[in-house]
């Protein structure tokens, strides 16, 4: 099982960035992917998650309305769109795969995990 994240980078105080997470190893068709970030010093959050079947999506309360996750199955790929960012985005970003609904895989420790990708937001 592997996952890959990428597309962290520097970036300016309401600017935009993309995330992508490759999936392998495993039959991604029938996992949700969760995207989590954790902060110097602060507990992991779990901030958008998406089923597998249906597409159906939850967003943690700091990110909603500005977060768009999706995922692309022909290509085991899970994006996440950020846009306006804020320098309390700053965090390295996780993807990982495990089952259940979109809220649920976002509130526990999934399985799977990738090794993070850094996204840092400048005032």
């Known amino acids: 099982v592997q996952l890959v994240e990428s597309g962290g980078a520097l970036v300016q105080a309401g600017g935009s960035l993309r995330l992508s997470c490759a999936a392998s190893?495993?039959?991604?068709?029938?996992?949700?992917i969760g995207w989590f970030r954790q902060a110097p010093g602060k507990e992991r959050e779990g901030i958008s998650c998406?089923?597998?079947?249906?597409?159906?999506?939850y967003y943690a309360n700091s990110v909603k309305g500005r977060f768009t996750i999706s995922r692309d199955n022909a290509k085991n790929t899970v994006y996440l769109q950020m846009n306006s960012l804020k320098p309390e985005d700053t965090a390295v970003y996780y993807c990982?795969?495990?089952?259940?609904?979109?809220?649920?895989?976002?509130?526990?420790?999934?399985?799977?995990w990738g090794q993070g990708t850094q996204v840092t937001v400048s005032s």
């Open positions: 998406i089923r597998n079947d249906d597409g159906s999506t």
């Open positions: 990982a795969a495990g089952q259940g609904s979109a809220e649920l895989l976002c509130d526990y420790d999934p399985p799977f």
């Open positions: 190893g495993f039959p991604f068709h029938i996992y949700g």
